[in-house]
């Protein structure tokens, strides 16, 4: 019996159908779970991804020649859509794993915006303005892209040398999200690389990028459906250093009460009324001997 076997291009579509099966269950457990309250960016960059698919299906396969020009448009333009909603969702991890310091949250939220506007800012600056090239939408997706995968990798980075002193979770929601997002800046870089060295590899790289694909999909569908552990406070001693540095960071562009700064502190608190308290008993006792 001859056995049959799949053509790469069937294989491809079958992986393509899997791809918007994982995405529809990560955002049905998504909205379920109402993680679209505490991620609302991310929420929309799912909405994106499901809404666009069958559309993008519909018009790659048409008949009518004309479809594919009005692929090529709608797909780069979900591409540049996705690229400017995946900085907002970098915001909202880096803010949620930083919930439970609100000074450096907000310090850190604010240096976090302008990494990111200088990372979109060098990879623009990277593009060629050829008077005998127009410049496309695909260009400036793509660089914006490439500019959000650093992004993401060093978000997942900081998060994973951090963990210990934010007491962030493994099973944290906003680990997992980054820890996806971190995979797949990760496949698009590294693809990216092997296909400007080799193009014969086109057809290998391809189920390799979506296999990751899938298991990163897989892997938010896992942490969806799991419960989240609750992130309990933090218990930190009095001098602890990231302590310190979260009271300076909620200090930092402080602009309510004003408070009067002496030169030179006479010591600590109990110190001071201790003193006051001797000073006076030596007064009542003054003023018991001259009664006398």
């Known amino acids: 019996m001859a056995r049959s076997t799949m053509s790469p291009q069937s294989t491809m579509t079958l992986m393509a159908v899997v791809e918007f099966a994982l995405w529809t269950a990560f955002g049905l457990l998504f909205w379920t779970r109402k993680l679209h309250h505490r991620f609302p960016a991310m929420g929309i960059y799912l909405a994106l991804h499901i809404a666009s698919t069958p559309v993008l299906f519909w018009l790659l396969y ?16 979900v591409y540049f859509a996705s690229a400017m909603t995946l900085f907002f969702v970098c915001v909202e991890v880096f803010r949620s794993a930083l919930s439970v310091f609100p000074g450096l ?46 992004v993401e990798l060093c978000l997942l980075a900081f998060l994973c040398l951090s963990m210990n002193a934010l007491q962030l979770s493994v099973r944290d929601m906003a680990f997992g999200i980054a820890l996806g997002f971190g995979l797949m800046a990760t ?18 790289l391809q189920f390799v990028f979506e296999s990751l694909i899938l298991a990163t999909l897989g892997t ?24 310190r540095w979260n009271e300076i960071a909620s200090a930092l562009g402080h602009t309510g009460t004003q408070v009067a700064v002496q030169q030179a502190a006479s010591g600590f608190f109990l110190t001071d009324a201790e003193q006051v308290v001797e000073e006076a008993m030596s007064r009542n006792l003054k003023s018991r001997e001259s009664e006398a």
Request: glycine share 2%.
């Open 62 to 77: 048409g008949k009518p020649p004309h479809w594919f020009t009005l692929y090529y448009y709608v797909y780069w333009a």
């Open 105 to 150: 949250q907000r310090l850190g939220t604010v240096a976090f915006r302008w990494v990111a506007l200088v990372s979109v800012i060098v990879s623009l600056s990277t593009l060629t303005f050829d008077p005998s090239h127009i410049l496309t939408l695909n260009d400036v997706a793509y660089k914006l892209m490439r500019s959000v995968s650093i």
């Open 220 to 243: 938010w569908v896992v942490y969806t459906a799991l419960p989240e552990p609750v992130r309990k406070p933090v218990m930190m001693p009095v001098n602890s250093t990231i302590l």
């Open 187 to 204: 496949n698009d870089l590294v693809v990216d690389s092997l296909l400007a060295r080799n193009h014969s590899l086109t057809e290998p």
